[in-house]
């Protein structure tokens, strides 16, 4: 299995604040045919399905806000949010695709300081 | 639109199979390269992905519990079913069926999630 390790497990931040959020993998998730990196990130909401932000490690997904960004490649990401707003207290996971049997991590719990 | 509904029991006890069914819409098997996922999540932890049925009825399954799981389909219903057998207390979490698409020779991760249904697994 290829593990996915973010950190931290959870953090508060102020509102307006900037937010990093990072991610480790096992192995590279760089597929070189392509240049792509099979890695996603996804916001979480109490009693909601995740909902896709990031895939190819920086493509934000349709209707995301440009707060949200996603950075990194080969075996180690990040998610930025600029500006921290209200809205985005949520647990956080990154996921790799890059094998069908994907992988999360453990999620990071992000609150307001 | 795409939507995908997961539904079975709430409850089963230890040892019982539990089966459930994801029924979507919006995309067709016979006309998308697509795949449908399993997805659970115990309350309060991370995700952890299953199984996958994909448009040409290849499957695959988390290695841990591949002797556990069975994903099949019926196309003509919009229906993929999830079978895990002997259920056990730590089997509890909220079941996610999810939609992955390709395009060209990329495929994209899990863009649309049904809402979950909850599976307590209790005497």
């Known amino acids: 299995d290829i593990v996915m390790t973010q950190s931290p497990d959870s953090l508060a931040v102020s509102l307006g604040e900037r937010v990093t959020i990072n991610c480790k993998s096992s192995?590279?998730?760089?597929?070189?045919?392509?240049?792509?990196?099979?890695v996603a990130w996804y916001q979480q909401k109490p009693g909601q399905p995740p909902k896709l932000l990031i895939y190819?490690?920086?493509i934000r997904e349709s209707g995301v806000p440009d707060r949200f960004t996603g950075s990194g490649s080969g075996t180690e990401f990040s998610l930025t949010i600029s500006s921290l707003q209200a809205e985005d207290v949520a647990v956080y996971f990154c996921?790799?695709?890059?094998?069908?049997?994907?992988?999360f991590g453990q999620g990071t719990r992000l609150e307001i300081k | 639109q795409i939507t995908l509904k997961e539904s079975g029991p709430s409850l089963v006890k230890p040892t019982q199979t539990l089966t459930l069914t994801c029924t979507f819409s919006?995309?067709?098997?016979?006309?998308?390269?697509?795949?449908v996922g399993w997805i659970r999540q115990a309350p309060g932890k991370a995700l952890e992905w299953l199984a996958a049925?994909?448009?040409?009825?290849?499957?695959q399954y988390t290695p841990s519990l591949r002797s556990r799981l069975t994903i099949t389909r019926d196309a003509s219903r919009n229906q993929v079913f999830l079978t895990m057998t002997n259920m056990d207390h730590v089997d509890t979490a909220t079941y996610y069926c999810?939609?992955?698409?390709?395009?060209?020779?990329?495929?994209?991760?899990?863009?649309?999630w049904g809402q979950g249904t909850l599976v307590a697994v209790s005497p």
């Open positions: 919006g995309f067709s098997f016979d006309t998308d390269e697509v795949i």
């Open positions: 190819w490690a920086s």
């Open positions: 192995q590279s998730l760089l597929f070189s045919s392509n240049s792509k990196n099979y």
């Open positions: 999810a939609h992955r698409r390709r395009r060209g020779d990329n495929w994209y991760p899990f863009d649309y």
């Open positions: 049925i994909f448009w040409n009825d290849s499957k």
């Open positions: 996921q790799q695709y890059y094998v069908t049997a994907n992988t």
